[in-house]
């Protein structure tokens, strides 16, 4: 399968007060088109940093990372704001969703600022519901949604815009285990039927069982499984 993520030499350093802390120390690694990937390490081992900046969420402090052949280093602020728009979904542990809205506004919502037509939008986000298991559900807010359900709508959200790369911190860490079962299996089928690439970051082993790869990070760097396990 061809890259889709080149990251060569990534470092990220934050500044508190009077000292340096090191996110990530030289990561560098490759993923493929259509991967499930699994990035494990305990708290604090740069994982949801390295996730946020392919993201594009953060800036590296230095180091160079290509999505599908483009260097988001070159991207201004609106060059990085289209890329998570049209290139990636997120999906959170907290879900994020907006109170007010039903499970159908929240999934539209990112749709708005990608000028789809209204009725494409309530058409593509009850397809996305549906596809995820809430096509009765689509006029509830989410304080009548249970979390596994919250978490399938932000799911739905997260594929709005038809995004090639779906990133997910810790999606099933505020479920219990039966329904993070379900959110990896709903992920999975995301994985092998449409083609998605998904990197998932989790500090629960299990996770590597759906995943066709892992990485493991220690202390801001990449190291081997094994290492990890100790």
Do not use: C
């Amino acid at each position: 399968m061809n890259a889709l993520i080149r990251v060569e030499d990534l470092h990220r350093h934050f500044t508190m007060g009077d000292q340096t802390v090191r996110a990530l120390s030289g990561v560098t690694t490759t993923i493929a088109a259509g991967e499930f990937l699994a990035m494990m390490g305990p708290s604090g081992s740069g994982k949801s940093t390295l996730l946020y900046l392919l993201g594009g969420l953060d800036r590296p402090t230095s180091g160079r990372i290509w999505i599908d052949g483009q260097e988001l280093s070159g991207l201004d602020e609106g060059g990085l704001a289209l890329y998570r728009q049209l290139m990636v979904g997120f999906i959170f542990q907290s879900f994020h969703l907006i109170p007010t809205m039903t499970a159908l506004q929240n999934v539209m919502f990112p749709m708005v600022f990608a000028q789809v037509p209204m009725a494409a939008r309530r058409a593509r986000a009850a397809e996305l519901l549906t596809l995820v298991g809430l096509g009765k559900r689509l006029d509830h807010r989410p304080t009548e949604l249970s979390g596994g359900q919250q978490q399938r709508v932000a799911i739905a959200r997260a594929l709005a815009n038809n995004p090639r790369l779906i990133l997910a911190d810790e999606p099933t860490g505020n479920l219990d285990s039966h329904t993070g079962e379900e959110i990896m299996a709903l992920l999975v089928r995301l994985n092998r039927e449409e083609g998605r690439t998904i990197l998932i970051v989790s500090h629960d082993p299990s996770v590597t069982d759906y995943a066709t790869r892992a990485l493991y990070l220690r202390d801001g760097a990449l190291v081997m499984p094994e290492v990890e396990a100790v």
